[in-house]
C-alpha cells in the first residue's frame, strides 16, 4: 500500500509544470525601449533587460520596417526574492507618462504607447491594483495605460542589434535624446523624486 501511495505522488508530481522560481520575467510598454532598458537596468534584482516588440499581429516585427499594431517594449527578467511583480511595476509607473493617449514625451504613434503585458490572472490582479493607485492618486486626469494579455515578445535583433543596449553603446547620442525628448523633465513633473535618477 506505501509502495503504490508513494507511486501515485511521484506520477502526480511529474505531472506538474516545474517553474524556474529563481528568474521571473515581465513585458513592459513605455515609450522608447532605450530608455526602458536603461530604467530598469538601474532597478536591484533585475538581471537583464531585453529591447523588442510585442502585442501586434505580424510575425518577426522589424525597427525599421514592418512592426504595424505592436508596441516598442522590454523583456525583464528579475529575481523576485530582491524585487517582485509589484515592485517591478511601481518601478514601471514612475518611469512612463500614464496619461498620454498618443505615446510618450516627444515620441507619438502605436508603438510609443505604454502598455503592461500580463500572463495570468495573479499579475493582471496585482497590475490592477496599481493601476489604481494610479488613477486615485490622479483623480483630475485619465490614466490611458492598458493591461494587456501578454502575446510573442520578439527581441530585435539582426542588422537591427544595435537597439540593445543602446544608452550604454552610444551614452552621448542617449543622453542627447532623452534630454531633447524632455523625458526626464515631464516624469519630474509627474512623479517628484520618485522617478529612476539619470
Not at 12 to 26: E, G, M, R
Not at 38 to 47: A, H, I, P, R, T
Not at 83 to 93: A, E, M, P, R, T
Not at 125 to 131: G, H, V
Amino acid at each position: 500500500m506505501k509502495t503504490k501511495t508513494a507511486y501515485l505522488i511521484l506520477l502526480l508530481a511529474s505531472l506538474v509544470p516545474i517553474s524556474n522560481t529563481s528568474a521571473d520575467t515581465a513585458i513592459l510598454a513605455g515609450g522608447c525601449f532605450w530608455c526602458m532598458e536603461s530604467d530598469f537596468e538601474k532597478l536591484d534584482g533585475v538581471s537583464d533587460v531585453v529591447s523588442g516588440f510585442t502585442g501586434g499581429e505580424i510575425a518577426n516585427p522589424s525597427y525599421n520596417g514592418n512592426h504595424k499594431g505592436h508596441y516598442e517594449a522590454v523583456k525583464i527578467t528579475y529575481d523576485p526574492k530582491v524585487v517582485d511583480y509589484q515592485g517591478i511595476l511601481n518601478h514601471f509607473w514612475v518611469n512612463v507618462d500614464p496619461f498620454d493617449a498618443r505615446g510618450q514625451f516627444c515620441d507619438k504613434g502605436h508603438s510609443y504607447l505604454s502598455a503592461i503585458f500580463v500572463v495570468n490572472d495573479a499579475e493582471r490582479k496585482i497590475a490592477e491594483s496599481t493601476r489604481q493607485a494610479v488613477v486615485k492618486e490622479f483623480a483630475n486626469q485619465t490614466v490611458v495605460t492598458p493591461i494587456l494579455v501578454q502575446n510573442t515578445f520578439y527581441p530585435i535583433k539582426g542588422k537591427e542589434v544595435g537597439h540593445q543596449n543602446y544608452y550604454k553603446t552610444n551614452p552621448v547620442r542617449y543622453k542627447f535624446y532623452r534630454y531633447s525628448c524632455g523625458q526626464d523633465k515631464r516624469l519630474k513633473t509627474i512623479w517628484g523624486d520618485r522617478v529612476t535618477q539619470h
